[in-house]
């Protein structure tokens, strides 16, 4: 089984950074995604991450340790349409697959509030 | 555009109904998914399916049944509705194949709010 933990919730000011905290437990490892879930929208892909590293895409990047079951997920000059809850879904090696690839376990997400 | 499609954003039912909730895809994806997303317990797979006709467990798979007759086409069916199922369910889809997506990321439908009295 899984264990992922985030934060419930963090604010933040407009034009700042925030850095967006994950870390899980696995019997495996095999990938780490970033969503973004705007209030009563789907869940959108932001990044992934297999290797250790950083992973810079624009605003956002995301690093990972898998030796220390770390991720996170830094969003840089924050914009009000940032508001939003940001997903850490885990892909583990674990018996639980689909065709050719595992299926991700999600954590219970952050919910990011950018305020003027 | 790559797209997921759900049947109803918001549908109320009553206690005891059959309620169906139809999902599409149309990027020929081999994998298809359902989840339920509730406050303070994120999202949370009741089942999903890797091929036609074929269909898997995930967590919470109680008072659920799914249904897989075409490849685009994932339906998920509550078969006696009860008040706590009242939630947001999600659809996604992928591909288990590299190449055909990078990452393999799911894509979601927008979901259905469903509200059982």
């Known amino acids: 089984g899984q264990n992922i933990d985030q934060p419930t919730e963090m604010t933040a000011t407009e034009g700042a950074i925030v850095q967006i905290n994950c870390t899980y437990q696995t019997s495996g490892f095999n990938g780490l995604f970033w969503y973004q879930q705007h209030a009563g929208e789907a869940p959108t892909f932001l990044s992934y991450?297999?290797?250790?590293g950083l992973e810079e895409k624009g605003r956002f990047s995301s690093f990972l340790s898998r030796s220390k079951g770390y991720s996170y997920l830094l969003l840089k000059e924050l914009q009000m349409k940032d508001s939003a809850s940001y997903l850490c879904a885990v892909r583990d090696e674990g018996p639980r697959r689909s065709g050719g690839s595992y299926i991700p376990t999600f954590g219970r997400g952050t919910s990011l509030i950018v305020h003027p | 555009d790559v797209k997921v499609t759900q049947s109803s954003r918001y549908l109320v039912k009553r206690t005891g109904e059959k309620v169906f909730l139809e999902c599409v895809q149309d990027?020929?994806?081999?994998?298809m998914f359902w989840y339920r997303q509730d406050p303070g317990l994120g999202l949370r797979l009741i089942y999903f399916s890797y091929d036609v006709k074929m269909k898997e467990k995930g967590d919470i798979p109680e008072g659920y049944s799914v249904s897989r007759e075409k490849k685009e086409r994932f339906s998920l069916i509550l078969e006696s509705a009860s008040t706590n199922q009242t939630s947001m369910y999600l659809c996604?889809?992928?591909?288990?194949?590299?190449?055909?997506?990078?990452?393999?990321?799911?894509?979601f439908g927008p979901g259905t709010r469903l509200t059982v009295l």
């Open positions: 991450n297999v290797l250790d």
């Open positions: 996604a889809s992928s591909s288990p194949y590299l190449g055909t997506s990078e990452y393999n990321e799911q894509f």
């Open positions: 990027m020929d994806h081999e994998n």
